[in-house]
């Protein structure tokens, strides 16, 4: 017998090491943890010809670079260090079941209880379908992939500061944390991710919330256009807690300046999905918006009148089940229990997929749904996004040495193909909607940059969908789609108008070039980089998309979808206002 030992601390002890070795890759090796290192016993008559394996973080993160390969005469005992074994974060769905979960998110794993609605994917539309349905008096199950990873948005925890460096905090925890669930087909240029987690990408977005103006609604099913600009827009945005701040004298003048300075387009405060005001005089303002922090509090309502959804953490679904006496009706839902490593299924009298645009496709795919039009994955795009970053130095126009503003413009006369494009302006980037940040951090960040002002200009176009994109199924539920995803250039006149626009303002503004950075020309963002993909379960009011205007299924009774997927062209304006308004009018049709 021989002794091979991983010494650490760090993957101890509520985390377990595993070894897997070849031939047979699949098979886990337990060991015991046990005086400072994970320890395997194992017998040298089992491997003639040497040992070849990995350590495996369970239930399936593998230690990063190439196997640890033993010959038959070095198989003795021997310690690996902590430095030589790395487990990546962001390979692979993190399964983990800590105490919270454990305490206010208890599963039920019960096959025959039948729910008035089956939900999965608690992000942005699922979770506040979720949530909304259950206030409104349904049984409701939730079906989540990922753990509980963070309780609330992740701008609302201890920022990230990078000292001296352009940094967009809001969202800076994302790379850490975002999943790559897919493989890209020859020439596809898709370079998005998902959040595989409570609240999905909600937790890690940007908070931007505009709404679509009548011309981007064109395509979109007349019932649908009428409830956003009718009333739905208004009721998204008291969801989503959006509230202004305190208008601030340097929100105002830096308005007014972008207004006089972008001829034609009309420049508003940037609406955010940002809570600042408390709801009363006594409550601190819940800060940015995220299903977690939705769900969480739901759980913390104590509340005898109200039964909040139940929510099931590390179930990844699978497929849509139907009724074999009926074709026409699903049953309830099949998945992976990530937590016990088992099949379960669950049943509900209506299913709605919230899985993203991605994982919603590959779900209904993987289903065999009857499609008659044959676009299910189909048609999936990302609009074409334009930035620059770039720094105000101390007493140039607009610049502060204290302060941040947020504006948008867009022309009043835009129309697919014209001036088709949301302008986003950020003063201050690295500081809007942003939590408390240590004063000896901010002085140290300030004397850093001599008080240089980081800057973020943003031009976001409208796009019909791609027809020849598409999302396909390489195999099985654990094996990653493929995705096509070309982009839709915007029209060579906005283009040209986006180029003249930055060059304009960055001339009036005396702007400079973040260090490092090449120049004040405009970069195009890869595609998927902000999660605004849509279209792979498209909507259509005339029987020619894969749901209808109620976001059903065309050829089933009474299953649904309620993400980004269903939206029929990808708007200029950010998608999650538009999404939060269908999973409110999802709720009124499904209660
Ligand atoms: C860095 C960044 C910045 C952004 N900024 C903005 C912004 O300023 N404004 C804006 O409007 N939008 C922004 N977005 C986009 C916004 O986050 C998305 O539009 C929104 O989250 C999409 O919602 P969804 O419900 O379609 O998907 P998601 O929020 O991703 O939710 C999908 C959920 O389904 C779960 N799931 C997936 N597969 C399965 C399965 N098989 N079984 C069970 N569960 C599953 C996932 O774990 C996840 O919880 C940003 C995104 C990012 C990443």
């Avoid at 939900?119 to 979720?130: E, K, Q, T």
């Avoid at 769900?295 to 590390?314: A, K, Q, S």
């Avoid at 299910?376 to 620059?388: E, L, S, V, Y």
């Avoid at 970069?523 to 849509?534: D, I, M, W, Y």
């Amino acid at each position: 017998m021989f002794t091979i030992r991983l010494v650490t601390e760090r993957y101890a002890p509520n985390q377990t090491v595993l070894m897997r070795w070849a031939p047979n890759w699949t098979v886990d090796r337990g060991g015991v943890y046990t005086d400072g290192a994970w320890t395997f016993e194992l017998d040298e008559q089992q491997f003639p010809n040497g040992l070849e394996f990995k350590f495996v973080l369970a239930p399936g993160r593998w230690m990063a670079g190439g196997n640890i390969v033993l010959r038959p005469d070095q198989l003795t005992d021997r310690d690996f260090a902590e430095t030589d074994v790395d487990f990546p974060h962001v390979e692979a769905l993190i399964t983990e079941h800590g105490s919270i979960p454990q305490r206010f998110f208890i599963r039920n794993l019960d096959p025959v209880h039948e729910y008035d609605v089956l939900v999965v994917g608690s992000g942005m539309g699922g979770g506040l379908l979720a949530t909304h349905l259950a206030r409104a008096g349904a049984d409701v199950l939730l079906l989540e992939a990922g753990s509980y990873l963070f309780p609330t948005h992740v701008g609302n925890l201890p920022r990230r500061l990078h000292i001296g460096r352009f940094d967009k905090h809001v969202w800076s925890l994302w790379p850490d944390f975002k999943v790559v669930n897919y493989r890209n087909a020859a020439g596809s240029e898709y370079d998005g991710g998902q959040g595989f987690n409570l609240g999905g990408r909600s937790v890690f977005w940007g908070g931007l919330i505009p709404r679509q103006a009548a011309w981007e609604l064109g395509a979109w099913p007349a019932p649908v256009r009428e409830y956003l600009l009718g009333g739905g827009y208004d009721a998204a945005e008291r969801a989503l807690n959006a509230t202004l701040p305190a208008e601030s004298g340097y929100q105002a003048e830096t308005r007014e300046l972008l207004q006089k300075t972008i001829v034609g387009y009309a420049a508003a405060d940037a609406p955010v999905a940002v809570q600042y005001r408390g709801a009363t005089s006594l409550a601190i303002p819940a800060g940015l918006f995220s299903t977690a922090d939705l769900i969480m509090e739901d759980r913390l309502l104590d509340d005898p009148g109200y039964r909040p959804p139940t929510v099931n953490l590390n179930v990844a679904v699978w497929s849509v089940l139907t009724d074999p006496a009926n074709p026409a009706r699903v049953t309830g839902v099949r998945g992976w229990d990530t937590l016990a490593g088992k099949v379960r299924e669950f049943r509900g009298r209506t299913v709605v997929l919230s899985a993203g645009t991605l994982e919603s496709a590959k779900i209904a795919l993987q289903s065999g749904l009857t499609d008659p039009n044959g676009r299910i994955g189909r048609g999936i795009t990302d609009h074409t996004i334009r930035f620059r970053h770039f720094t105000l130095p101390p007493g140039s126009v607009g610049a502060s040495d204290s302060d941040s503003a947020k504006v948008v413009l867009r022309h009043p006369d835009a129309v697919p193909g014209t001036h088709a494009f949301d302008i986003v302006v950020e003063f201050g980037a690295d500081f809007n909607q942003g939590r408390y940040v240590d004063p000896a951090s901010l002085a140290d960040e300030r004397a850093q940059r001599a008080d240089w002002m980081l800057c973020e200009l943003v031009f976001m176009s409208y796009a019909e969908l791609r027809e020849g994109n598409a999302v396909r199924l390489t195999g099985g539920p654990g094996d990653p789609v493929e995705v096509s995803v070309a982009p839709v250039p915007p029209a060579d006149r906005d283009r040209a108008e986006a180029d003249q626009i930055a060059a304009t303002l960055f001339a009036a503004l005396g702007a400079q070039p973040v260090l490092g950075e090449d120049g004040l020309g405009l970069q195009t963002a890869k595609l998927g980089n902000v999660a605004h993909e849509v279209g792979t379960l498209r909507m259509a009011g005339d029987g020619t998309g894969v749901v209808d205007a109620d976001l059903k299924f065309l050829a089933y009774d009474n299953l649904y979808a309620c993400d980004n997927s269903v939206f029929p062209t990808s708007p200029a304006a950010n998608p999650s206002l538009t999404l939060a308004a269908l999973a409110l009018r999802l709720t009124g049709t499904l209660r």
